[in-house]
């Protein structure tokens, strides 16, 4: 049972009860989108917001929590059903006054959305989106990004598939057909979409980790040909 049937509940009461309806929600979600990949950004978000001051901490945590509840890579059609799921639970949870600047907020965190190439306005928007970003990239987002290539039972790397990289015109490999293809498909680009100072230290490692990573990678696949090295 999510819901106190009371008036009054303290905000530690509202962040348990969030904790129960996000378990439950994400319970077939892979696990690059599980509970500990809401926790790895609830703890990044805090972070941020703490280094930046930005937001009511309260806020931030509730929308950490629940940014994946309607995830379109899950929820399909089913991603309105998923809003008005959270407003349900925020309604009833004693959380009306926030639910609709939450709501909003999730809806443009992905980095799908059509506003990812616009400055968010949102500072709330800024954190969550921060924190979303860089648990997509570094050592977890490398492991996040097997992991969902696996699930959704994608080629670890297709060589035929290559295209000229829109900054630099450098060759690079993409194409929705293979996990390698993501990381310049998303990846890559993070480091560049952070909207904090703070988020924008975090992502240089993060984002060198990636390049090495991929370097290893080529290596590897291209032992004995010659190419690549």
Known sequence: MYFI???????????????EFVKTNLKDYDSGHDWWHIERVRKLASFINEMEQLEDP?????????????????AGEDKEQGYKLIDDFMEKSGMSD???????????????????????????????????????????????????????????????????DENTGDVQESGTSSTISHFYEKLLLLKYRMNTLTAKKLAVDRHEFLELFLK????????????RL
């Open 98 to 164: 926030i639910k609709d600047r939450v709501t909003a907020v999730i809806k443009k965190v992905s980095f799908s959305s059509k506003n990812n190439r616009e400055e968010p306005e949102d500072p709330l928007l800024w954190v969550i989106q921060d924190a979303d970003r860089l648990d997509a990239i570094g050592a977890i987002g490398i492991a996040r990004a097997f992991n969902y290539g696996g699930f959704r039972n994608n080629k670890i790397y297709n060589p035929a598939v290559v295209n000229s």
């Open 5 to 19: 049937e009371f008036m009054e509940m303290n905000r530690n009461e509202q962040i348990s009860l969030t904790e």
């Open 216 to 227: 290893q990678f080529y290596k590897e696949w291209d032992f004995g040909t010659g190419e």
């Open 58 to 74: 309260f806020i931030v945590e509730i929308t950490a929590l629940l940014h994946d509840t309607a995830d379109s890579k899950f």
